[in-house]
């Protein structure tokens, strides 16, 4: 078979012979034979065409109100194609009645610009919106692919984290329990060496009771008060460890300190070991705020400064990285800021007695305090606001759930403050640094201890004038001493380890962050710095 008969257009009718002729009413291909054929149909106005000149004849459409008729006109007035019969009826009389190919001309040409627009305009911005398409999902699939693997980076971290805090609270675990074991093993050996020879005296004493021989009674000796000596017990502290709620922001400091019940010497070395011999500076931040006392940490590296606005610091590119003004009046200042567990800055006003929140980088007052002026604020490891405030000559702490009043802790009922700064430690207690004094509590509200200072350092000597305070992932207690321009290190039973010397520095307020570095505000004339200690040995 000849390949190119398979181009050639055949009879619709008998589908044998070559189509030389085209019926453009009906769409029909046809022979010459079966032309008569087809014409047979004398009910349609058959238009029969040579096949090359196919679709050129108009093929007007049938009038709906006369089968018979097709409508070569159009009526303007009522926008329909219509025959000469409807012309001659009275439904068009004084209509605007026009030829039905020349309204099919406009019509054309506007189609035609139609397709010019469609073409020059829409079609290339569909390429182009489909092309940006493509692009972006792309970048989205390649986008989500990198911060999955980002998410599985981080979780790696924060799972290797867990792992080191795990394996330190362990090896600590053990340290303490084969210390303690070894001191309650040593204590054993001697009770047993002591009832042995209480079993020996008591035979002796048995014997001499049987005795005749008046001499043995005269010499007999009491042995008791010597054996009463040997019933010293020496106790020992038990392991105890407190969980915290697990926090997403902050997961090394909620998630637990190794503590003992019990404090003695030995227990003190562990946490002693810990603590440099000599912190380091490691670096600073410019602040423009002068004679700057109040800061809060967000996050490692990120730390809020306030004075008469807040600004937020990144120790990583040492700069400001945002800034909020605060609504004050004449003559009010910020005492003291903090920041929530979601991220939000809190901080209170004196002049006003209030307590502000700081949501969508706008003020609104959280908490008002009436007549007790607010001098500190921090948040706790379970969310709640914990606000220093004093009345005359009292002062107190209010704990906060929400805006809801939880507990009260009187301070002091004789004495003046200004200053009155918190913090919660990981153990749950209550710290607060006052005039010349720390005041330590229970999470109950119990004092446990005061602190009033240790030998001044030789540098200085000067009184203790304690500030800002803060407390570690070990329960470190570190207050801020203006006066003597260093940092005071002590235990959570209020035992002085070390000094922090800050140099000419001269500390005032102070946070710690997830990793345990201290930050200091530089309260000296013209230093307007934040400073980042190291001085743990981790």
């Known amino acids: 078979m000849d390949p190119r008969a398979q181009d050639v257009v055949r009879c619709d009718v008998c589908d044998n012979n070559t189509a030389e002729m085209h019926c453009d009413t009906c769409f029909v291909n046809l022979c010459k034979a079966c032309v008569g054929e087809h014409m047979f149909d004398e009910s349609v106005d058959h238009k029969i065409v040579k096949f090359k000149s196919r679709k050129t004849t108009p093929i007007y459409p049938p009038c709906l109100h006369h089968s018979k008729e097709r409508c070569e006109m159009y009526c303007t007035h009522c926008d329909t194609p219509i025959c000469s019969a409807c012309v001659a009826s009275d439904k068009h009389t004084g209509h605007k009645i026009s030829q039905l190919l020349e309204k099919c001309d406009i019509i054309k040409k506007n189609i035609q610009k139609d397709n010019e627009e469609l073409q020059s305009k829409l079609v290339p911005l569909y390429q182009k919106m489909l092309h ?157 705020i002068d004679y700057l006392q109040n800061i809060a940490c967000l996050k490692s590296d990120h730390i809020w400064a306030a004075h008469g606005a807040a600004s937020l610091f990144d120790f990583n590119k040492k700069e400001k990285i945002k800034s909020l003004r605060f609504d004050r009046g004449l003559f009010e200042r910020v005492y003291d800021i903090a920041v929530l567990q979601n991220g939000e800055l809190v901080y209170i006003l004196s002049r006003t007695n209030a307590v502000y929140i700081v949501q969508n980088e706008k003020a609104e007052m959280l908490i008002m305090l009436h007549d007790w002026v607010p001098r500190g604020i921090c948040v706790s490891f379970f969310g709640d606001l914990l606000i220093t405030m004093t009345h005359e000559c009292q002062s107190k702490v209010v704990r906060y759930s929400g805006t809801v009043e939880k507990q009260v802790i009187q301070v002091d009922d004789t004495t003046r403050c200004d200053y009155l700064y918190i913090t919660e430690n990981r153990n749950r207690d209550i710290c607060i640094s006052r005039e010349d004094i720390v005041d330590v509590f229970t999470e109950t509200g119990e004092r446990r201890f005061e602190y009033i200072g240790h030998r ?23 207050i801020a001493d203006i006066n003597n321009k260093c940092v005071h290190v002590i235990d959570q039973d209020g035992k002085f380890l070390q000094y922090i010397d800050c140099g000419m520095r001269r500390p005032w307020g102070l946070c710690i962050d997830s990793h345990d570095f201290l930050y200091l505000a530089d309260n000296k004339k013209k230093s307007m710095q934040i400073a980042k200690v190291k001085f743990l040995n981790l």
Request: hydrophobic share 30%.
């Open 132 to 288: 940006d398409l493509e692009i972006r999902i792309r970048e989205v699939e390649e986008k989500s692919e990198e911060a999955s693997k980002l998410i599985n980076q981080q979780g790696d971290k924060w799972h290797k984290e867990i792992d080191t805090i795990v394996s330190q609270l362990k090896t600590q675990l053990e340290k303490i329990k084969e210390r303690g074991v070894k001191n309650l093993k040593v204590n054993k050996v001697k009770m047993e060496i002591n009832l042995s020879k209480i079993s020996s005296v008591l035979q002796s004493n048995e014997e001499t009771l049987e005795s005749n021989d008046l001499r043995t009674a005269i010499e007999y000796k009491s042995q008791n008060a010597r054996l009463n000596k040997g019933l010293e017990i020496v106790d020992v502290s038990l392991p105890n460890f407190t969980p915290m709620e697990i926090n997403q922001q902050s997961i090394r400091e909620q998630f637990g300190a190794l503590s003992t019940d019990v404090s003695e010497d030995h227990s003190l070395t562990s946490t002693h070991q810990l603590l440099m011999d000599k912190p380091v500076e490691v670096s600073s931040v410019y602040t423009g």
């Open 456 to 478: 001044p350092p030789p540098k200085w000597n000067q009184a203790f004038s304690p500030k800002g305070i803060a407390t570690d992932s070990y329960c470190h207690i570190l």
